[in-house]
Nanobody
Framework: QVQLVDSGGGLVQAGGSLTLSCTASGSIDSIVAMGWYRQAPGRELELVAQ???????NYADSVKGRFTISRGDMKNLLYLRMNSLKPADTAVYYC??????????WGQGTQVTVSS
């Protein structure tokens, strides 16, 4: 079992920045990839960024060049640095961890609102 707690959301003006954080606990050694997903009202859940155990990264086209995903020095920490935020980035952001058993774990979500 893996438990995830995500935080760092808030209200920011367009062009601003935010950093989301996620702390994992439990069977951390079983995690093979971590990532951030988001869901805007009336839209499906979408992958924003992902980082593997080997530190390979993958980004949605809509955030490339603006968002950066990283792991902390302690392997239970995950970050998403979001720059040049747009109103279209408004959503609930969820931390995700995938285990070797291909089980997905989720944080509780943190709201990001970007005003124009």
């Amino acid at each position: 079992q893996v438990q995830l707690v995500d935080s760092g959301g808030g209200l920011v003006q367009a062009g601003g920045s935010l950093t989301l954080s996620c702390t994992a606990s439990g069977s951390i050694d079983s995690i093979v990839a971590m990532g951030w997903y988001r869901q805007a009202p009336g839209r499906e859940l979408e992958l924003v960024a992902q980082i593997t155990r080997g530190h390979s990264t993958n980004y949605a086209d809509s955030v490339k060049g603006r968002f950066t995903i990283s792991r902390g020095d302690m392997k239970n920490l995950l970050y998403l640095r979001m720059n040049s935020l747009k109103p279209a980035d408004t959503a609930v952001y969820y931390c995700n961890a995938r285990s070797q058993q291909v089980i997905d774990y989720w944080g509780q979500g943190t709201q990001v609102t970007v005003s124009s």
